[in-house]
């Protein structure tokens, strides 16, 4: 399926002077019947595109909320299958959107390389956040990926050095991951002025959007941050709330647009 790339995207608020916003939430939580309309929804609330976390039962990266999130759509057996048929039923109505699969290297080992390429690119797979793959390892799912349009995302740290920095640079595509903080998602508070002197050095390394992710939790951090990156990346912030009304789906999705909607305005203020 022939989908916008990241790069697009990217092109298109460049002309526009607008930051993007991109928001996570887990295939199949607190349902999976209601992950594409939800999908809809937050596009028409203001993000420019959709992170979808892949269930894992072990997904070591993440915090409370985000690992409760991934157990809810795992007692629903949501699969990476699931997943691929749930980006397939969005792009019915959203060719633009990109949709990009965040989680874990085992679904896809399990799937296979070759297959998870090919079902990526047809189902209209954007990208990819692999988080225990490290740049170094993804040689052959590299290749695989990007034969099929789909574009690898890697992460930076606080920690991360110049030289390993400059490698993950090069070995990003569509854009690169701040993750602004060491430790787990929905962790500690940001330090606006350190984040800022990160990007400044990691943006002598690649002409790539450099995006931020980790910590950013309402629309008063999303505008910060915004302000010295390329776009901001929210999470932790919209599981949570999404666990908080996953008995009133309705109720879930109103909540959730008005918090998306916040962001999105303080993002363009």
Do not use: W
Not at 25 to 54: C, K, N, Q, W, Y
Request: aromatic share 6%; glycine share 8%.
């Amino acid at each position: 399926m022939k989908t916008h790339s990241l790069s697009q995207t990217f092109s298109t608020l460049a002309r526009q002077d607008k930051k993007a916003l991109l928001v996570y939430i887990v295939a199949g939580d607190p349902t999976p019947s209601l992950t594409v309309p939800l999908m809809h929804r937050l596009v028409a609330a203001g993000a420019d595109a959709i992170e979808l976390g892949l269930p894992f039962s072990d997904p070591e990266a993440e915090g409370p909320v985000i690992q409760l999130a991934h157990e809810r759509a795992l007692a629903h057996k949501t699969s990476l299958r699931d997943c691929l048929q749930m980006t397939a039923s969005f792009r019915q109505d959203d060719p633009v959107t990109p949709v990009i699969l965040m989680g874990y290297l085992n679904p896809i080992e399990t799937l296979g390389y070759v297959a998870f390429g090919e079902q990526g690119a047809e189902a209209g797979v954007s990208g990819t956040i692999i988080v225990n793959l490290p740049p170094e390892e993804a040689g052959d799912l590299g290749q695989i990926l990007e034969a099929h349009g789909i574009d690898n995302i890697c992460l930076l740290a606080p920690t991360t050095g110049d030289e390993r920095a400059k490698y993950i640079c090069r070995a990003s595509r569509g854009f690169v991951y701040y993750v602004s903080l060491t430790g787990t998602t929905g962790a500690a508070t940001l330090d606006i002025d350190a984040v800022a002197a990160q990007l400044a050095r990691f943006r002598t390394l690649s002409d790539l959007p450099m995006l931020v992710g980790f910590g950013i939790k309402d629309a008063t951090s999303a505008r910060a941050v915004s302000q010295v990156a390329d776009g901001v990346i929210v999470g932790s912030a919209i599981v949570s709330l999404m666990a908080e009304h996953a008995a009133d789906p309705a109720l879930l999705i109103d909540r959730v647009v008005d918090f998306v909607s916040r962001l999105r305005n303080a993002i363009d203020r």
